[in-house]
């Protein structure tokens, strides 16, 4: 059993990430699970945008993110191919 509540607010889909792009984050989230289908992305969340080849790395074969830093600074690009990224925000309490 988790220790703490997840309240679901909001869902979003990216698929142009051919340059740096972030989140449309809603208000109150400050907790998010990022998965990506069909080719590997790259991000970064301090501040400065990942490239195709520098930032971390995030594969549409591996375990979705679940990513409590700072959403809005969050920023995600293509390592190649034409990636999909699924984003799911909640706001945790208690």
Known sequence: MFA???AALGY???TSLTSAVGLE?????????ISVDTASVR???????????EGMALSNTGPALEYSGPLANIQFIAE???PVLNVSYYRIAG
Not at 26 to 32: D, Q, R, V
Not at 43 to 53: E, H, K, L, N, V
């Open 43 to 53: 991000w970064r969340d301090d501040g400065t945008a990942p490239t195709a080849i």
């Open 12 to 14: 979003q889909q990216i």
């Open 80 to 82: 190649g191919g034409s």
């Open 4 to 6: 703490q509540q997840f």
């Open 25 to 33: 984050v809603p208000a109150g989230a400050n907790f998010a699970i």
